[in-house]
């Protein structure tokens, strides 16, 4: 009984040995921001320059503009598209599914910088070119296996007598997926169009080979920072958005429970 | 399961929704797969006018000079090394989410776990270097502890680069194996211990047998971006950051040798399609 507690004391002291690795540079980077040397040097001076100066930045505002915009394109086009292939690999049985249903891992099991530079090349070659449409065409189709993964697994909770029992009441295909099948599953399009928001927001690889120096994201313009020189700016404007973004994340999680116990 | 609405036999009814999805992948994925295969056994752009022919000679380059071998097999042991370090912290953390901590600490450190997947990756490492290097935040905080002057400065160190990337992806491996570990029935634990296994033998033929599924999947999912990872080495380390993913970034934005590069890359891709396939019989075995 002794030792279990004890490595049950051990287990918790690793979890938070975790989450201070995990929170180290986050916090660190959050407090440089209000940190009046450009150079990082401590001690720490308490300034809010660094969101002044941000305010006036355009080039770096435009660029998180782009993202936002970028992200949430993706997020609607990679969920709609995603959610009715789920739908169609659901309901239908037919030969070559499992080649289908195969085709979705490439996307993710690819290194990124292959598919980044393998579009870059295509784009580049029929005309489609570089910039933020060539940027979400390539978002979209990174979302798009997340979504169907995240979407289909939810799909195998739902009965498919009750999409049998709408229709033999007389509903249409329509009324049948809108109104039994969909918010049954509205947690799962939830998850896979999160899923697609972070994975457009954050992605970097893909945005930095398919983007022209005028129309740039925001990670694209934050590593042609890193390497010319870094102002805390880039502190402030991150800080900005983790804080934004883990409370949405707090807030949905706590609307739709994912990763508690349903 | 055959109900009616499931039907069998052709694709036609899935069609309409299925298309625009696949029609999408092919677009933005394997058509340029197709190209860039195409592309690296061309001698030249084959744009405004230039002539081009087909040649092996992107491929000759990488097996007749030793530098790209060598820069291939840093980025494999970089890779192995980081999922390495990801399985050692992970997994223990992982055991003791799903199985040692309940309710709402249990949810609110899951969260916790994958909260900084949501924040910017490019910033996260570049925060690194403030913590890692010389004056930073590391050596102050140990100097001012420790009696003895020491100097610690691993900004643009083999070590900073693996600091970088096992923070940044060490949050897959603890989900993956948490999802495995949490849904193993505590009766089969309790068996092996009642019918007098140790700890550690019960770990060793019971719970990670079952928790590999989870593990396998983490260490894909590490594994792959990692072998292709440019942007944390040529932060964290510097001049002693060349790796084989930074080469072909050169090839791309700096060289502009869009041929080697395709091929560099295709080279990349055959290399880690075999070490998927090599894992992938062991996946199933464990199912």
């Known amino acids: ?262 | 399961m055959a109900s009616s609405i499931r039907g069998r036999g052709g694709i036609g009814p899935a069609l309409p929704l299925l298309t625009p999805a696949y029609l999408w992948l092919a677009v933005a994925i394997f058509l340029p797969l197709s190209a860039m295969a195409l592309f690296s056994f061309m001698t030249d752009l084959p744009m405004s006018g230039r002539d081009w022919s087909l040649t092996l000679e992107h491929y000759a380059a990488f097996f007749s000079s030793g530098l790209y071998v060598t820069l291939l097999w840093a980025s494999v042991r970089l890779g192995l090394e980081v999922t390495l370090w990801c399985a050692v912290i992970g997994f223990p953390a992982a055991y003791v989410l799903a199985r040692v901590l309940k309710g709402r600490a249990r949810e609110a450190i899951f969260l916790l776990v994958i909260l900084p997947f949501w924040s910017n990756g490019l910033v996260r490492i570049f925060s690194w270097a403030m913590v890692l290097r010389e004056g930073g935040l590391l050596d102050t905080t140990l100097n001012a502890i420790l009696p003895f002057r020491v100097n610690i400065d691993l900004m643009y160190s083999y070590p900073a680069v693996i600091i970088g990337l096992v923070h940044s992806y060490v949050p897959y491996m603890v989900l993956t194996c948490y999802l495995t570990l949490q849904a193993i029935d505590n009766a089969l634990i309790e068996a092996a211990r009642s019918l007098g296994a140790s700890r550690l033998q019960t770990l060793r033929r019971v719970v990670l047998p079952l928790a590999m599924p989870g593990l396998l999947a983490g260490s894909v999912l590490i594994f792959v971006p990692v072998v292709g990872s440019f942007m944390e080495p040529r932060i964290l380390g510097g001049r002693t950051g060349t790796f084989y993913g930074t080469v072909i970034e050169d090839q791309f934005v700096a060289v502009f040798n869009w041929p080697l590069g395709a091929a560099l890359s295709f080279i990349l891709l055959a290399v880690v399609l075999v070490i998927l396939s090599l894992a992938a019989p062991i996946l199933r075995r464990v199912r």
């Open chain 1, 1 to 262: 009984m002794f030792t279990t507690r004890l490595l049950e004391a051990l287990g918790r002291v690793w979890i938070v040995l975790l989450l201070s690795f995990l929170y180290l540079p986050i916090c660190i980077m959050a407090l440089m921001s209000f940190n009046a040397s450009p150079f990082y040097q401590l001690p720490f001076e308490w300034t809010t320059g660094w969101y002044a100066d941000l305010s006036r930045n355009e080039q770096l505002l435009a660029a998180t503009w782009n993202s936002i915009q970028i992200a949430v394109f993706t997020t609607v086009i990679a969920t709609v598209l995603g959610t009715a292939a789920s739908l169609a690999l659901f309901r239908h049985e037919f030969r070559g599914k499992r080649l289908l249903q195969a085709l979705l891992f490439p996307p993710i099991a690819i290194p990124w910088l292959i598919t980044g530079t393998a579009m870059l090349i295509f784009f580049f070659g029929v005309g489609i070119g570089r910039g933020l449409h060539a940027i979400l065409l390539g978002h979209v189709a990174l979302a798009l296996p997340y979504v169907i993964v995240v979407v289909s697994a939810r799909l195998q909770t739902f009965a498919p007598e009750l999409e049998e029992a709408a229709r033999s009441l007389g509903a249409s295909q329509w009324q049948v997926t809108t109104r039994v099948t969909l918010p049954w599953i509205m947690p799962g399009v939830i998850a896979g169009g999160l899923f697609a928001f972070a994975v457009s927001f954050d992605q970097f690889v893909v945005s930095y080979f398919l983007s022209t120096p005028g129309e740039a994201t925001l990670p694209v313009e934050i590593y042609a920072a890193i390497r010319k020189g870094f102002t805390p700016e880039i502190n402030a404007v991150s800080t900005i958005i983790i804080g934004i973004s883990m409370g949405l994340m707090l807030v949905t999680a706590r609307f739709f429970k994912f990763g508690g116990e349903k």
